[in-house]
């Protein structure tokens, strides 16, 4: 048979696409699917991570806005029982020198809109700007309670002093805040009462608020407890309300939520409740802050249409280099695949110089070696690949420790922080039960801070800040613990104690060291502390936040005794003996 005939008998092959047409479209369908699922995963988390993050910005924002309410109490709290403890207040032979007295007080905080003193019977004897001088008040709540020991009356409309006071765009509110006035001998000699301008309340909403965040719809709405709104827009103002939110706060809890609302429109909500742990001179106000929800996630939307865009673009760019790439890899093994075809199409003229020098890519250059050589090579880079990602694994496990350490780091100070306090707090708690030996907390508060903060600047008061903390790591041991829990407040924990004098004796060892000057740049400065002391018995059920609070508050009773002293909170209830 003729070779025009064997031609003829050899069967038509299947014509198959092109490895360059293959190459493109799995390119293209990869770069596809990629974008797709990077763009829901993308999505899902952005929208995941600004839910959170608006949660939390509320929630913060609720909790400023409660600690600014309980600051504001707290100082009129403070300052009837200094006024009360006052010479010429428990003897009020002078009532102008009296009054002048209260004007003072007055000059300096103007959201006190009246301060007077009334008689045993009722009488006012002194008031800033003689208002209601020689009037009786005993049909006044406050007269009455204000004779049992310091309290607060909650928000309520002026009745005398309404048509007294200068007339306002707004009607006078007020929070009463009243206290006995005693003899050494405790003989009651009168009622101190300041009444505090609720004009103080939206002084604070307002300041606190970014002019960003009211333009974004944020607003704070302070709700008492029976439901009435005190504060908030002006539609809602002494109205009643009920809202998830409103139940969580007045049952003590703090966060954020999503909800819808009376209005219809679903907010993202934070909530807190003042007062806190306060007993007669606090007001259990609900602090709420919400946002629409569409405003909450508009830098989340925002985020999402721009991501849509850019994968869009990248999903294009990314098509025509898939194309570019797919003619570049195809053509060696185009060129190779022509001569390997040559050669079976004449297999008795076939010699390796047939075979073109094939360059462009490693595969191609290595396709005709021998199979040994081949699976020696592939053993060789799969231990090498073996070896990097061991060695990426470590890299990562080491990166992740530092990232956990520098969690639990305060910044400024380099002490532990309020995340490492919480977990370490337990576990010393538990410890003292296990080996029967109890433990203490130090609630270390910085006396004349702001001062220096106010006066020096923030670089020095952040210099202050550092040596303070160094100073009480240096003065306890090892196997104790020191914190920075936030701004200039500290906490210690003391363990392996013989009992509630070892405490003490930490404690008033801290004292004498934080009290000796520290050297900033602009010279030496000498400030204090007010330490709480709180003791956790082995037999006692731990409960961490109860003993910090008690140590809190026990804190706070050495700052109301005079600062730069110590505390201890009682095992039982029983009053805080100062030292």
């Given at each position: 048979m003729t070779t025009s005939s064997d031609a003829i008998l050899q069967p038509k092959r299947a014509k198959h696409f092109r490895l360059a047409a293959l190459m493109v479209s799995f390119s293209c369908l990869t770069?596809?699917?990629?974008?797709?699922?990077?763009?829901?995963?993308?999505?899902?988390?952005?929208?995941?991570?600004?839910?959170?993050?608006?949660?939390?910005?509320?929630?913060?924002?609720?909790?400023?806005?409660?600690?600014?309410?309980?600051?504001?109490?707290?100082?009129?709290?403070?300052?009837?029982?200094?006024?009360?403890?006052?010479?010429?207040?428990?003897?009020?032979?002078?009532?102008?020198?009296?009054?002048?007295?209260?004007?003072?007080?007055?000059?300096?905080?103007?959201?006190?809109?009246?301060?007077?003193?009334?008689?045993?019977?009722?009488?006012?004897?002194?008031?800033?700007?003689?208002?209601?001088?020689?009037?009786?008040?005993?049909?006044?709540?406050?007269?009455?309670?204000?004779?049992?020991?310091?309290?607060?009356?909650?928000?309520?409309?002026?009745?005398?002093?309404?048509?007294?006071?200068?007339?306002?765009?707004?009607?006078?509110r007020f929070v009463d805040i009243a206290g006995p006035i005693r003899n050494a001998d405790g003989t009651l000699r009168g009622v101190l009462a300041i009444h505090l301008s609720w004009s103080w309340a939206r002084s604070l909403a307002r300041d606190l608020l970014t002019p960003a965040q009211r333009d974004i719809g944020a607003e704070i709405i302070v709700v008492r407890s029976d439901g009435v709104v005190l504060l908030g827009p002006n539609d809602m103002l002494e109205k009643r309300i009920a809202t998830q939110s409103l139940t969580l706060a007045q049952q003590g809890k703090t966060g954020a939520i999503t909800e819808r609302w009376p209005d219809g429109c679903v907010y993202v909500t934070g909530y807190s409740q003042s007062g806190g742990s306060r007993e007669h001179a606090a007001l259990h106000w609900a602090v709420l802050v919400r946002q629409t929800e569409q405003a909450a996630m508009a830098s989340a939307h925002q985020f999402e249409h721009r991501a849509l865009w850019f994968s869009l673009l990248l999903a294009a760019v990314l098509a025509c280099l898939a194309a570019l790439l797919a003619r570049r890899l195809a053509a060696p093994l185009k060129s190779l695949s022509g001569a390997i075809e040559g050669m079976a199409q004449a297999p008795d003229q076939a010699r390796p110089e047939a075979i073109p020098p094939i360059g462009g890519f490693y595969e191609a250059e290595v396709l005709s070696d021998a199979l040994r050589g081949l699976i020696r090579s592939e053993r060789h880079h799969r231990v090498e690949l073996e070896e990097m990602n061991a060695h990426l694994e470590e890299t990562v496990a080491a990166r992740t420790a530092e990232l956990q350490g520098l969690l639990m780091r305060d910044v400024l100070t380099g002490l532990p922080n309020r995340r490492a306090l919480l977990q370490a707090l337990p576990e010393a708690m538990a410890r003292a039960a296990r080996l029967d030996r109890p433990c203490a907390v130090l609630f270390l508060d910085m006396d004349g801070f702001k001062q220096v903060n106010d006066t020096r600047g923030h670089e020095e008061g952040d210099e202050l800040l550092r040596q303070f903390g160094s100073r009480i790591l240096t003065c306890i041991r090892q196997t104790d613990m020191a914190a920075r829990l936030a701004g200039d407040e500290f906490v210690v924990i003391l363990e392996m104690l013989g009992g509630e004098p070892d405490a003490v004796a930490k404690a008033d060892f801290l004292l004498s060291q934080l009290t000796r000057p520290f050297i900033l740049s602009s010279g030496s400065v000498q400030v204090g502390a007010s330490i709480g002391v709180a003791l956790q018995m082995p037999h006692q059920v731990p409960d961490p936040a109860r003993l910090l609070a008690r140590a809190d508050q026990a804190m706070y009773e050495a700052k109301r005794k005079g600062k730069s002293r110590v505390a201890t909170a009682p095992v039982e209830a029983e009053p805080v003996a100062v030292r």
């Open positions: 770069v596809a699917i990629t974008v797709l699922l990077q763009l829901l995963l993308v999505d899902h988390y952005a929208i995941a991570h600004a839910s959170e993050q608006a949660r939390l910005r509320l929630q913060q924002l609720s909790w400023q806005m409660r600690d600014s309410l309980d600051r504001t109490l707290d100082q009129a709290v403070r300052d009837v029982y200094l006024l009360s403890a006052l010479p010429q207040v428990q003897r009020p032979a002078d009532p102008a020198a009296v009054r002048q007295i209260l004007e003072n007080l007055q000059h300096y905080f103007s959201d006190y809109a009246w301060i007077g003193i009334a008689d045993p019977n009722g009488k006012v004897l002194a008031a800033t700007g003689g208002l209601l001088e020689n009037r009786d008040v005993t049909a006044r709540p406050w007269f009455h309670t204000g004779q049992q020991g310091v309290v607060a009356h909650d928000y309520h409309p002026a009745l005398l002093l309404g048509q007294l006071l200068p007339r306002t765009s707004d009607p006078w």
